[in-house]
């Protein structure tokens, strides 16, 4: 769960939404998508809510492999 | 006229090595106004074409060295201004303009090339709207194409820091001016396909003279920018620039800081987006939960335990004991009463009682049998008298069996000493 994608865990949230609003599901199966949902959007949220910028600069190396160094800014 | 011989004749190349001395000596540095025509590009590179006006034509060349550098390719009826020299190509001996410089007239040069290179492009759908990809829902890294210390750079990161988008920015420098700066932007935007760790691209620069976004004019970048896998945002220069990768890129932004912005509101509209997910995902939930608790509690109140139900048993128990023993008392007290009553009736039929009431039983001498008629009796018969208390033996001295009439009973006198002799 803790690597999922934000895009993974948002469609999975959103299918659950839509899950239980159509509203046939039984009691054990919609407190099972309902704990699965609020996993899904607290991943959502721990993706969201990471607001330290990362700067890096992409260098290609001679041998035409890349590196990834720091931003002089 | 007598025709010389053949002393002193010139040689075809002699006379075409002359001519090409003068010509070429007396222009070296020619400025041609004209208009193109026959214009052919073949595969050494070379351009060849004429240059005419109204009444003349001249033929002209455009070696590769040279035309690489031009912004706009030529064009047949184009009026161009050129700059060379003229010489003459002896094989033919022909005259020809060697053209180093060409500028149109009328339009600039990069008008013109832009002009051509935008009816190029569409010609070939490069930018057609249908093949616009949406920026991503949620980019996390976004790939930037620019100068490592220009405004661009500083600008997006300002942007972004701001917004607090927490993304990774990974930079490609490139020089984004000068010659070969076109396919240094072009080269970076293919290693961020490569590299495959963007979600989005910016490519741009700040603002400058046309001259200074040339670069992002030139095909190498359009190209590129078409080739992407990856969605590219373009920003070129100012709001009023509109530059070919503008055109081909998925999305314009009118500046390095607008496109920065687009990137970041993305996020935000996602942040909200989550949130109202978890509202559709709590809300009906916990209404579901509500109603549930009261129906729950319902059946909990109509459930009654067993204990319960012991306690109630056990309460009727004590109940139905009370009643028992309250139920025996009574009976127990009316018995009681019935046996009082009872016995006072035996007592009121006991022969004793009516003796109190001052009667005497009389029995026979034996004590067998009651005397209960006179007539049983004869005088001197002895006789035993019951009375209420005590008893005696006695004498009959006179009868009269009658129930009215005299009774001759002897005087107390005539008693007899010692008759009434003790019974026992």
New interface residues.
């Given amino acids: 769960m803790s690597e999922m994608s934000?895009?993974t865990a948002?469609r999975a949230?959103?299918e659950?939404?839509e899950r239980?609003?159509s509203?046939d599901l039984s009691?054990e199966d919609?407190?099972n998508c309902?704990e699965q949902?609020?996993k899904h959007?607290a991943r959502?949220?721990e993706?969201?809510?990471?607001?330290?910028?990362?700067?890096?600069?992409?260098l290609?190396q001679q041998d035409g492999t890349?590196g990834?160094g720091k931003?002089e800014? | 006229m007598k025709f010389p011989d053949g002393a002193g004749a010139l040689s075809v190349s002699r006379l075409v090595g002359l001519i090409k001395d003068v010509v070429e000596e007396n222009f070296m540095q020619v400025l041609i106004l004209g208009e193109i025509a026959n214009f052919s590009a073949p595969a050494s590179g070379h351009f060849y074409l004429s240059l005419k006006d109204d009444n003349a034509q001249l033929r002209a060349v455009m070696f590769r060295t040279q035309n690489r550098l031009l912004r706009f390719r030529p064009e047949n009826g184009m009026q161009v201004l050129c700059a060379g020299r003229v010489s003459l190509y002896s094989q033919r001996g022909e005259l020809q303009v060697v053209v180093d410089h060409m500028e149109p007239q009328g339009q600039g040069a990069l008008q013109v090339a832009f002009e051509q290179l935008k009816a190029r492009l569409a010609a070939e759908g490069l930018f057609d709207a249908a093949r616009k990809r949406p920026l991503?829902?949620?980019p996390?890294t976004i790939?930037v194409v620019t100068s490592?210390t220009g405004a661009a750079?500083?600008d997006i990161?300002q942007v972004?820091?701001r917004r607090?988008?927490?993304?990774?920015?990974?930079?490609?420098?490139v020089r984004v001016q000068g010659d070969g700066a076109a396919l240094e932007i072009a080269e970076a935007i293919a290693?961020?396909n490569?590299?495959g760790q963007a979600d989005v691209l910016i490519v741009g620069r700040g603002g400058g003279s046309t001259e200074d976004l040339w670069a992002f004019n030139e095909e190498p970048v359009a190209r590129a920018v078409y080739a992407s896998r990856i969605p590219v945002i373009s920003a070129v220069g100012h709001e009023v620039d509109v530059s070919i990768s503008d055109l081909v890129a998925d999305l314009r932004a009118p500046t390095p800081s607008a496109a920065a912005e687009m990137v970041a509101k993305g996020?935000e509209e996602?942040?909200r987006?989550?949130d109202h997910?978890?509202l559709?995902?709590?809300g009906?939930?916990q209404s579901?939960l509500v109603v549930?608790r009261e129906r729950l509690n319902g059946l909990r109140r109509r459930l009654r335990s067993p204990q319960e139900r012991l306690r109630q048993g056990g309460r009727q128990l004590v109940d139905l004991q009370r009643r028992l023993q309250s139920a025996m008392a009574q009976r127990q007290r009316q018995a009681g009463n019935r046996l009082g009553l009872a016995c006072g009736r035996l007592d009121a039929l006991s022969p004793l009682a009516t003796l109190q009431r001052g009667y005497a039983i009389v029995f026979d001498a034996q004590g067998q049998s009651v005397i209960r008629d006179a007539a049983q009796l004869t005088p001197g018969q002895q006789v035993r008298i019951r009375l209420p208390r005590g008893r005696f033996c006695s004498r009959v001295e006179a009868v009269q069996p009658l129930e009215d009439g005299p009774l001759d009973c002897p005087s107390p006198t005539a008693q007899v000493p010692g008759s009434a002799k003790s019974l026992d």
């Fill in positions: 934000f895009e948002l949230l959103e659950i939404v239980l609003e509203g009691l919609s407190l309902f949902g609020v959007a959502c949220q993706l969201l809510k990471a607001v330290e910028l990362q700067v890096e600069t992409l290609k890349f990834v931003l800014e | 991503p829902t949620f996390r790939g490592a750079i500083h990161l972004l820091r607090g988008a927490g993304v990774r920015v990974l930079l490609r420098p290693d961020l490569l590299h996020r996602l942040e987006h989550v997910l978890l559709r995902l709590t009906p939930m579901r549930l």
